[in-house]
């Protein structure tokens, strides 16, 4: 029995622990989530007046996903405080039901970034290109203007591949500052900046999900505990009673 007590307390304080870098990690997502969302070469791409912009709909749904994943993980590590502190068998199986859902929302995000993080860029890119487009084939003020607004936010000038054939568009929507300092062109430039973004991303997840693991593991093995220790006391009441 003294060895399942310190089996107990082992548990107890590693739930402990881990539900300090639970709240940390809720907290990390939830910064992620609004750098991510007020990231401003995010914002511009998504600004640009479309019929259904991809770049808006993605912005939306990172917004959505970060808050509620952030708010899971905070009431995941309340109640597993709670279920150490108080030996209640209810937080500690909510708290490991918790911990489950974000297991398996953050495979599924970490499987997305390594396999089809490539949408994401190919939709900037197709935002950026009809933009680009539209300059070439007309003279609308507004587009014009936002091609220029893309340029100064990323640092780039037009696309390397039409310099030549199309120059007078990088003269009129670059900066002269930037076109003679940038080496790449938009669409590379949307390129980096999205891989060192998804790469951040990837690694958070995957730290997610094996600090959820853990935690089902310690929540799991704790709410047996409880019950196993429940059923003990049911049991020598009953001895007590009959005796």
């Not at 405080?81 to 500690?92: F, G, H, I, N, P």
């Amino acid at each position: 029995m003294g060895q399942k007590c310190r089996w107990v307390q082992a548990t107890k304080c590693q739930l402990l622990v881990a539900s300090l870098f639970v709240t940390l990690l809720g907290l990390s997502i939830a910064i992620l989530t609004m750098i991510t969302y007020h990231e401003e070469r995010f914002i511009v791409i998504s600004k640009v007046s479309l019929e259904t912009n991809p770049i808006r709909t993605f912005r939306s749904l990172v917004l959505y996903a970060g808050i509620c994943l952030s708010s899971i993980l905070t009431v995941a590590a309340t109640l597993s405080v709670v279920a150490t502190w108080r030996d209640m068998k209810s937080a500690a199986a909510v708290g490991f039901l918790c911990f489950a859902v974000v297991f398996c929302a953050s495979v599924q995000a970490a499987y997305w970034t390594v396999t089809n993080s490539a949408e994401a860029e190919d939709a900037m890119m197709d935002v950026y290109d009809f933009v680009y487009e539209e300059v070439r084939s007309n003279s609308s003020n507004n587009r014009r203007q936002e091609l220029l607004t893309i340029h100064e936010t990323f640092l780039c000038c037009g696309k390397k591949l039409l310099f030549e054939e199309t120059s007078h568009i990088e003269n009129e929507t670059c900066q002269s500052e930037t076109a003679g300092t940038t080496k790449e062109d938009c669409l590379q430039e949307i390129h980096i900046f999205l891989k060192k973004h998804m790469r951040f991303v990837s690694v958070l997840m995957i730290i997610t999900t094996i600090i959820m693991v853990y935690g089902m593991i310690l929540t799991s093995f704790l709410c047996f505990s409880i019950h196993l220790n429940n059923s003990l006391d049911r049991k020598d009441k009953y001895v007590l009673a009959g005796q």
